[in-house]
């Protein structure tokens, strides 16, 4: 299956941690990233004040079902740090599941696509940066989404896409 996920830390060696996720998620069993946007900083959205966010958008290929590829994100965040104390609270890292196969489900533990990916710039632009042609399960392409006036949160390039190991 393909997946994209999003990735995004505001603690720390920014940078580094994103790095560390997405090594992190290509040495999982069965995951294979592919591609990588490039690394957006965003002001913070909801939660208390915050230091910005980097943010990017990875390609991934698995053999993993959805709810399989929740436990690596949840594995790997834990070994980066992340702590689920204040919800929308600062964090080593967060990796969420966005689009997988063009699959549409909700259940207690996952919902696909991520239910607030279509507000928030930290997510559409780093995945249109990736992939132009994305589209939502019902096929609606991503890039005719409107943005409601405040979801562009400072959104703004930073850097160039993180290295992806062979």
Do not use: K
């Not at 990735?7 to 592919?34: F, K, M, P, T, W």
């Not at 990875?58 to 992340?82: Q, Y």
């Not at 928030?120 to 409601?148: I, M, S």
Request: overall charge negative; aromatic content about 4%.
């Amino acid at each position: 299956m393909e997946a994209y996920l999003g990735i995004g830390s505001n603690l720390g060696d920014r940078l580094a941690n994103l790095q560390g996720a997405l090594d992190a998620l290509n040495a999982e069993a069965e995951v294979h990233v592919v591609a990588c946007s490039r690394v957006w900083e965003t002001d913070p959205v909801g939660g208390p004040p915050q230091p910005d966010f980097l943010n990017v958008v990875i390609r991934l290929e698995t053999a993993l079902d959805p709810h399989g590829l929740l436990e690596a994100a949840h594995r790997v965040e834990a070994a980066l740090g992340r702590v689920r104390d204040v919800r929308w609270g600062p964090r080593t890292v967060d990796v969420d599941i966005l689009l997988i196969d063009g699959l549409a489900f909700d259940d207690p533990h996952l919902i696909v696509p991520h239910p607030r990916m279509t507000q928030r710039a930290f997510v559409l632009l780093p995945l249109l940066d990736l992939d132009p042609e994305a589209r939502l399960p019902d096929g609606t392409r991503l890039v005719d989404v409107p943005l409601g006036p405040d979801a562009a949160g400072g959104a703004r390039p930073f850097a160039p896409p993180l290295v992806i190991a062979a």
